[in-house]
């Protein structure tokens, strides 16, 4: 579960639970909408907690184990479609180049 709290600590909302024994990364998008990537999938929340989509980690294109990181950018994608497709690792930028 995925909890968001005042600053008074108060609750606001809660998340479904998650199939996971860890979380290991998460992001919010511009659209209010939360990425968790925990040791057995992805996982995407609306505000209220509710879940929308869920992919299991071994299942996406490009990864073969548990996600580590995840990053979204401006609100994320309109659909969330049924199979995702893992960003591909850019290779380093070259510390010479302008």
Do not use: C
């Not at 979380?23 to 992805?42: E, Q």
């Not at 879940?51 to 071994?58: C, E, F, G, I, Y």
């Not at 994320?76 to 302008?98: C, F, I, K």
């Amino acid at each position: 579960m995925i909890a968001r709290l005042n600053g008074d600590a108060s609750e606001t909302a809660s998340s479904e639970p998650l199939p996971a024994t860890g979380i290991n990364d998460i992001a919010v998008d511009t659209s209010g909408r939360v990425w968790a990537a925990t040791d057995h999938a992805l996982t995407v929340f609306d505000a209220s907690g509710r879940t929308l989509k869920q992919w299991q980690a071994a299942s996406l294109d490009g990864t073969t184990g548990e996600i580590q990181r995840v990053v979204v950018a401006g609100p994320g994608p309109t659909r969330l479609p049924d199979v995702l497709t893992a960003a591909r690792a850019l290779p380093p930028a070259d510390p010479r180049a302008p």
